[in-house]
């Protein structure tokens, strides 16, 4: 990944080194111009905090932040059209070495909506530094929560009220995450409002879900035109039928039933990685789970928690299932560590039949000493075309993150490769794309 910062002398590829020398470019700037951090942090629409990890190079920016910034500094920082990053990639190389697997954005995210069940200090380890981790953060910190960075991991301690009255509506509507805070502080607070988060650009995503979960414990929830109305007198636990399985819905269904005294049934739960995670979670806190890996989860909920626990975020299978695809395409030999095999399983059965080559290791143990993990070695492999369609499922299906490497992956295999991409509408049209590369693709409807 290239990027140019015209009229400088920075032509580099992307790494922490280089976020910092973006970071001290536009601090320079912005100091040149008698700007300081809070008036700079106004027009970003973002928090003065925001703008001093920019600047120390410890957040990565979207297009879209590199746009404001250059024009509330009235200096292209990147070149920048129509909304993106140019690129330059030179491709054509074999690839050699090996990386290693980082840790979950989806558990993350999650469990950090979870920290605010617990009155004491959470301490989740190996913390990704990506935007809506940074998002989420801010979100809780103008509630008063208390969140601090200590090296790659962050602690969480909220305060004795959570002043949701306070949130940061710019930060909370650049997630949907923001949705899971429902399911965490109806417990502290009975009456609140939360910001609706944008549109998803892929496809639409209903909340409708989440809606029909929550009523089962008596939580009522209004959408008015810019936000939600949440409101609960009495909570009760229930037995609750899920309206889809989704990963939010039940991480929500989880918050929600974890501070409620006595026994839920949440069914056709979902059992992706970043719901285990959630429920490995919560048995740190002492709430008893039944059922983690299936469709059916029964809860013991208590009613308070006060304990300090220490939570090590599980591997993300979305990142290794990316390196998978950059060995295959390079045609490759390179070894990905730490994959998260319960999670990549049917990939890898997928690929075995369009001939991919690989060793894979013995099982060994993530640090939340729950999570299976592998490394994986690639190998170049000629690869066939499947005759059956390529398609995702909820857990354990094919991972619905995952499909899209499969296109990529497609166009080194022999024959037509059908793809089935039924979860969002607008996804697929984004696979056309490849025929700028020279593949032959073919929207079927």
């Keep these: 990944m290239l990027y140019y910062i015209p009229n400088t002398k920075y032509h580099f590829m992307n790494s922490d080194i280089q976020l910092k020398d973006i970071g001290k470019l536009i601090k320079n700037l912005r100091e040149e111009r008698g700007i300081t951090q809070e008036q700079f942090a106004k027009k970003l629409e973002t928090t003065q905090s925001a703008i001093a990890r920019i600047e120390s190079g410890e957040q990565n920016m979207t297009t879209e932040m590199l746009a404001k910034i250059s024009d509330a500094l009235k200096k292209d920082i990147v070149k920048i059209s129509d909304n993106s990053l140019n690129l330059k990639i030179e491709g054509g190389r074999k690839l050699s070495g090996e990386v290693t697997t980082k840790s979950s954005k989806n558990a993350a995210v999650g469990l950090l909506c979870a920290s605010l069940l617990n009155k004491n200090k959470t301490t989740l380890k190996n913390m990704p530094k990506i ?36 949130i940061d509506h710019a930060s909370a509507t650049r997630t949907r995450s923001i949705i899971m805070m429902i399911g965490s502080i109806i417990h502290s607070v009975k009456k609140f409002r939360l910001p609706q988060a944008g549109g998803c650009k892929l496809g639409s995503r209903t909340v409708k879900p989440h809606f029909f979960a929550l009523e089962n414990f008596g939580v009522h929830i209004a959408t008015k035109s810019t936000h939600y109305e949440i409101t609960a007198s009495k909570l009760k636990p229930s037995y609750v039928v899920l309206y889809e399985t989704g990963d939010t819905v039940t991480e929500n269904t989880l918050m929600t039933a974890a ?147 499969f296109a990529i992956i497609a166009t080194q295999a022999v024959g037509q490769t059908f793809i089935h991409d039924w979860v969002y509408e607008k996804r697929a049209i984004h696979y056309k794309e490849l025929d700028k590369l020279g593949a032959d693709t073919l929207l079927a409807d």
């Design 131 to 166: 935007e809506e981790v940074y998002r989420i953060i801010e979100v809780l910190q103008s509630m008063d929560v208390s969140v601090r960075w200590v090296g790659d991991d962050v602690e969480i301690k909220p305060g004795e009220k959570i002043a949701v009255e306070k």
């Design 259 to 405: 501070r409620i005294p006595g026994k839920t049934t949440i069914k056709f739960a979902s059992a992706n990685y970043m719901v285990q995670d959630m429920c490995h979670f919560l048995q740190l806190l002492g709430v008893q789970i039944e059922g983690i890996g299936t469709s059916t989860l029964v809860v013991h909920g208590k009613a308070e928690i006060d304990t300090p626990v220490t939570y090590y975020l599980s591997e993300d299978p979305i990142e290794s299932m990316f390196f998978l695809a950059v060995a295959i395409v390079t045609k490759s030999s390179i070894t990905i560590r730490r994959c998260p095999i319960d999670f990549l399983e049917l990939e890898l059965l997928k690929l075995e039949k369009m001939g991919f080559k690989c060793k894979i290791s013995k099982r060994y143990k993530a640090l939340n000493s729950y999570t299976d993990l592998v490394d994986i070695q690639t190998m170049p492999s000629k690869l066939v075309a499947l005759e059956e369609k390529i398609e995702a499922r909820p857990y354990p299906g094919l991972n619905i993150d995952n499909l899209p490497f």
